[in-house]
């Protein structure tokens, strides 16, 4: 049974700062790339970083630069470094793990989600 745990959501000020955690279970965690997404109230969910099997790491334009995507594939566990947090980074954050394989068929996993609330 495949399942990402994130933690690390909480309340903080405009400015502030969190580390989101995720660790999976039930994949080889290693071969899969990992992503953070987001959702906001009303809002279509969103990419907001990356990173790959090689550690290659792609972010949202409205992320770059306050956010940083790392990985320990020791402990199976991926994580969103968010600084200089800002009121619309207000959302519900998701881990995601995905592969695509040989034949095209994508494997995708997603984790329950936490809150990251922004007060302004």
């Known amino acids: 049974q495949v399942q990402l745990v994130e933690s690390g959501g909480g309340l903080v000020q405009d400015g502030g700062a969190l580390r989101l955690s995720c660790v999976a279970s039930?994949?080889?965690?290693?071969?899969?790339?990992m992503a953070w997404y987001r959702q906001a109230p009303g809002k279509q969910r969103e990419l907001v970083a990356a990173?790959?099997?090689?550690?290659?790491?792609n972010y949202a334009d409205s992320v770059r630069g306050r956010f940083t995507i790392s990985r320990d594939n020791a402990k199976n566990t991926v994580y969103l470094q968010m600084n200089s947090l800002k009121y619309e980074d207000t959302a519900a954050y998701y881990c995601?793990?995905?592969?695509?394989?040989?034949?095209?068929?994508?494997?995708?996993?997603w984790g329950q989600g936490t809150q990251v609330t922004v007060s302004s």
């Open positions: 039930g994949i080889s965690f290693k071969i899969h790339v």
């Open positions: 995601n793990a995905n592969r695509r394989v040989w034949d095209g068929t994508m494997y995708d996993y």
């Open positions: 990173i790959t099997t090689g550690e290659s790491t």
